[in-house]
């Protein structure tokens, strides 16, 4: 095996209240898995949103620290709560926002293209089916 | 509610996959992934952060399993190293396994 350094996301320069949220994080995405399980989905969205919030924060504060990889994935991961909570508008904003980002890596990159990629085409055909469903509420 | 019994042996294999990480490369769990991100979480020195995937099997074969998820760690979007932990309860083994993403991509 190498002895090379390994390569992981810096988090030097982070306080423990920056741990702290992300535990809250953490405890709130595996909640919202349990309340989806449950069938219990306006729960569940009502924690994703509230992890998205907190991952927007931390992403602002890896930011501040000068951590531009973490705020990368703490953007992400804000992106994938979004979605997960139903605002496609803010979830692919924030992909958008990722993309324009010139020093992205390559694979997050491809991982982010894909993800808002998918979010539009669901997003076209929920807007088709709520158009469909609307019209022949209205017969 | 009952808990379903893949649910039981993932959360037990969670709790050996601790122990493993703390006791071999000293790290602790720092926080759960997102959506699509190849592994399950993230483990930390303090200074640094690491992926980490893990699963458990009652019965089965562990290596083909092990290397199941190794395959699939490879294709985490962030390219950072990491450790695959499988364990098998039946057997009672526990495969730990370090990876560099560079490395294995070649």
Same mark, same amino acid.
């Given at each position: 095996?190498?002895?090379?350094?390994?390569?992981?996301?810096?988090?030097?320069?982070?306080?423990?209240?920056?741990? $702290?949220? *992300? &535990?809250?994080?953490? #405890?709130?995405? =595996?909640?919202?898995?349990? /309340?989806? @399980?449950?069938? %219990?989905?306006? !729960?569940?969205?009502?924690? $994703?949103? *509230? &992890?998205?919030?907190? #991952?927007?924060? =931390?992403?602002?504060?890896? /930011?501040? @620290?000068?951590? %531009?990889?973490? !705020?990368?994935?703490?953007?992400?991961?804000? &992106?994938?709560?979004?979605?997960?909570?139903?605002?496609?508008?803010?979830?692919? @904003?924030?992909?958008?926002?990722?993309?324009?980002?010139?020093?992205?890596?390559?694979?997050?990159?491809?991982?982010?293209?894909?993800?808002?990629?998918?979010?539009?085409?669901?997003?076209?055909?929920?807007?088709?089916?709520?158009?469909?469903?609307?019209?022949?509420?209205?017969? | 509610?009952?808990?379903?019994?893949?649910?039981?042996?993932?959360?037990?294999?969670?709790?050996?996959?601790?122990?493993?990480?703390?006791?071999?490369?000293?790290?602790?769990?720092?926080?759960?992934?997102?959506?699509?991100?190849?592994?399950?979480?993230?483990?930390?020195?303090?200074?640094?952060?690491?992926?980490?995937?893990?699963?458990?099997?009652?019965?089965?074969?562990?290596?083909?399993?092990?290397?199941?998820?190794?395959?699939?760690?490879?294709?985490?979007?962030?390219?950072?190293?990491?450790?695959?932990?499988?364990?098998?309860?039946?057997?009672?083994?526990?495969?730990?396994?370090?990876?560099?993403?560079?490395?294995?991509?070649?």
């Amino acid at each position: 095996m190498s002895s090379a350094p390994k390569n992981g996301i810096e988090r030097q320069g982070l306080d423990g209240d920056f741990a $702290l949220k *992300e &535990a809250q994080k953490s #405890e709130l995405l =595996l909640q919202a898995q349990l /309340l989806r @399980a449950q069938d %219990r989905g306006e !729960a569940a969205a009502a924690s $994703l949103a *509230e &992890a998205a919030r907190i #991952e927007e924060t =931390l992403s602002e504060r890896s /930011l501040a @620290a000068g951590l %531009r990889e973490r !705020a990368w994935l703490h953007r992400f991961s804000a &992106a994938s709560c979004w979605a997960q909570a139903g605002n496609f508008y803010q979830a692919i @904003a924030w992909c958008d926002d990722l993309l324009s980002q010139a020093d992205l890596p390559a694979s997050l990159r491809l991982r982010v293209e894909r993800y808002a990629q998918q979010l539009r085409t669901r997003r076209a055909q929920w807007y088709a089916d709520l158009a469909l469903a609307t019209a022949a509420s209205d017969v | 509610m009952g808990v379903p019994e893949h649910t039981v042996t993932e959360w037990a294999a969670l709790g050996v996959a601790c122990i493993l990480v703390a006791l071999y490369p000293g790290l602790k769990i720092q926080a759960v992934t997102g959506q699509g991100d190849r592994f399950d979480y993230w483990v930390s020195n303090g200074r640094k952060d690491y992926g980490l995937e893990v699963t458990g099997t009652l019965a089965g074969d562990l290596e083909s399993r092990h290397a199941a998820k190794v395959q699939q760690w490879r294709e985490n979007p962030y390219g950072v190293d990491g450790y695959v932990v499988s364990v098998g309860f039946r057997a009672a083994i526990a495969i730990c396994s370090f990876h560099r993403f560079h490395e294995s991509r070649a």
